[in-house]
């Protein structure tokens, strides 16, 4: 058994030294900070942050298939565990007033190339905050880097975007087997506690009721995903389930008045 504790103990070890840094784009003194991160083309500019995210976040400018593209923000992930999955979450979102394009969050990988390669993603087009999270396994081989790429999204000709994002986070999804999509949490709940994020996909029922049975709100998931919805006003104390694929996951939660 000493052996068998070793070898867990020496894993997670491994584990946390793959570790993404300044996810949140500020450094102690809340100045906006590009610390740990590099990017394509333009520099990347500082945003209010996200709702309960501190006070910076990080707006790139689309890229152009005209001029400069891809776009992206991205920070090499040293020390990665071969085949140990990952969960990658944060904020994105499009700017209001400008083009709409996917923008999101990837597993990636930096190789000989000029820019990073994408893999697996998450991506929204709304122009407000919205939660994004995926658990992979990064795909990077023995000659490249794992890489943590945002992909501030894509136009044509005269058009122009904004892409922004904060609280980027990468963690060790301990206890997941391949193919355990349950080993990801049903519900993350934004820092103010006002939105939450629903695990679901698109061919699932969400349902969310409050302490009286009352049903607040009723949707479906999310080709990525994770659908973000708000908490209604007033409300404590909810009851979050989801219904697809012959299964019923259910989740109850506090949240703030």
């Excluded at 708000?230 to 694929?245: R, Y």
Aim: net charge negative; charged share 15%; aromatic share 10%.
């Amino acid at each position: 058994m000493r052996t068998r504790y070793t070898v867990i103990a020496l894993i997670l070890a491994q584990a946390t030294s793959a570790q993404l840094l300044n996810g949140s784009f500020e450094n102690d003194a809340d100045e906006f900070d590009l610390s740990n991160w590099a990017w394509t083309c333009d520099q990347p500019q500082a945003v209010p942050a996200a709702p309960g995210e501190g006070m910076w976040a990080c707006s790139k400018d689309f890229g152009n298939v005209k001029g400069c593209f891809p776009s992206y923000v991205y920070q090499v992930i040293p020390d990665v565990p071969v085949d140990m999955a990952f969960t990658l979450s944060g904020w994105a979102r499009c700017e209001p007033g400008f083009v709409q394009s996917a923008v999101g969050i990837f597993f990636g990988h930096v190789g000989t190339g000029i820019y990073p390669t994408l893999d697996t993603g998450a991506t929204t087009n709304a122009t407000e905050w919205t939660y994004l999270s995926l658990t992979e396994v990064f795909q990077a081989s023995p000659l490249d880097t794992a890489a943590v790429v945002l992909n501030a999204g894509t136009v044509a000709g005269p058009a122009f975007g904004l892409s922004d994002f904060d609280g980027i986070t990468l963690e060790f999804a301990e206890g997941m087997a391949d193919g355990d999509a349950q080993a990801t949490p049903l519900v993350r709940v934004s820092p103010d506690a006002r939105r939450i994020a629903v695990n679901a996909l698109a061919n699932e029922r969400i349902l969310i009721c409050d302490a009286l049975g009352r049903t607040l709100v009723q949707t479906t998931g999310s080709a990525s995903g994770w659908r973000t919805l708000d908490v209604p006003d007033g409300t404590q104390w909810v009851l979050v389930s989801v219904d697809g694929n012959g299964k019923r996951r259910s989740q109850r939660l506090i949240v703030a008045q």
